[in-house]
């Protein structure tokens, strides 16, 4: 197993930049995923870690290792592209092996490692086939097969599952979370896909316009995410993100006349505040955290804030139904447990616990509190 790290990372292209003084270590074994929107700098980070291409500043070290100006031949990885490049002319078991034969590995561990990798991927059947007899998904496990059989502590890929519907993503997700941990390999893993990076990652690398975001655990970034970006990249629906108003008790949503919107009595304790008026400054809420009523909730002021708002749209899921409602002038998504049937226009009164609350300043980056 080995580590990696990347010390103040840039590219370039032209005038702008692609990734820009980029820093993270991925321990060893570890399952670290680049996620953000498309043209983020997620896949030149990988690139860059691959050696694909070469970073204008900055290191890149694998297991210890300046790698940065090596050829990716010699950087011990393995790769697994959005596309799964198979050679249409070679059957399943040619294609698995390519690698090992241009590397020119001793011919009699072909056969031993070829079996191996086939049980490892459900494989065992489908050696004499070529790629276009194989479905999505079995064309994916061969491209993972010709990563795995070249036995390096280091495995990178690039949305490997973009090109599958939306169950064989489901399935692959778990085989390859799976996969990962029976081998022990470190894997960077690059997606857009926040559902992939939840459900699979050790450790999120959340980017934005070349640059780290933040960087932590899948739950960390639910939880305490560390910008207005962050809160409503994480979550489906995404946070609740709404605009603070100075009001005569503190900062108060606008466009409403709800109480002012104030932390947590624990929270204040320990918390550094950011008192003047809230011009700029935003309220976040998770639709899961908030309760909707159509009469009037029994609340607690100093733990429970709540305010009026209008039902806009119902959409119905299943096990819980999403809710569009307006407070004020702006939108706030609501997800209710069960079937809801809400006419637009219904008025309702929605409640949260002020320990569910998320404070922004201006420039979109989280505070204790904003009063």
């Known amino acids: 197993m080995s580590t990696i790290q990347l010390k103040n990372v840039s590219r370039q292209w032209g005038s702008r930049y692609a990734v820009h003084d980029v820093s993270f270590s991925a321990a060893a074994g570890s399952f670290v995923v680049l996620l953000g929107p498309s043209g983020c700098g997620k896949s030149t980070t990988l690139r860059l870690i691959a050696g694909l291409d070469v970073p204008l500043t900055g290191r890149i070290l694998i297991g210890g290792v300046d790698v940065t100006t090596l050829p990716p031949a010699r950087r011990r990885i393995g790769m697994v592209f959005q596309s799964y490049a198979l050679f249409p002319h070679l059957n399943v078991a040619q294609n698995i092996l390519f690698g090992v034969k241009v590397r020119k590995e001793p011919a009699a561990q072909h056969a031993p490692r070829l079996a191996r990798v086939a049980e490892l991927l459900g494989l065992e059947g489908l050696l004499d086939r070529k790629p276009g007899q194989l479905s999505g998904g079995q064309q994916q496990r061969v491209a993972l097969g010709r990563a795995i059989i070249a036995e390096q502590p280091v495995c990178l890929m690039d949305e490997p599952l973009s090109n599958l519907d939306a169950q064989l993503r489901q399935e692959m997700r778990r085989e390859i979370r799976a996969l990962q941990r029976k081998l022990g390999v470190t894997m960077i893993y690059v997606t857009h896909d926040q559902t992939e990076a939840m459900s699979m990652a050790d450790q999120v690398i959340l980017m934005r316009e070349g640059s780290i975001e933040q ?157």
């Open 215 to 371: 960087d932590a655990a899948p739950e960390v970034l639910y939880a305490r995410p560390a910008t207005a970006f962050a809160a409503r990249f994480i979550g489906t629906p995404p946070m609740n993100v709404l605009r603070l108003a100075a009001g005569p008790g503190g900062a108060v949503i606008e466009g409403t006349d709800g109480e002012a919107v104030r932390a947590a009595p624990d929270a204040a304790a320990a918390a550094v505040v950011y008192p003047g008026d809230a011009a700029g400054a935003s309220l976040g809420l998770r639709p899961e955290h908030i309760q909707l009523s159509t009469g009037r909730f029994t609340i607690d002021p100093a733990a429970e804030a709540a305010i009026a708002a209008t039902i806009q749209t119902c959409e119905y899921f299943g096990s819980d139904t999403i809710l569009g409602c307006l407070a004020g002038d702006q939108p706030v998504a609501v997800r209710a447990a069960g079937r809801h049937s809400l006419e637009p226009g219904t008025p309702v009164v929605l409640k949260w616990s002020r320990t569910d609350q998320h404070f922004f300043d201006a420039a979109g980056v989280a505070k204790a509190a904003i009063v």
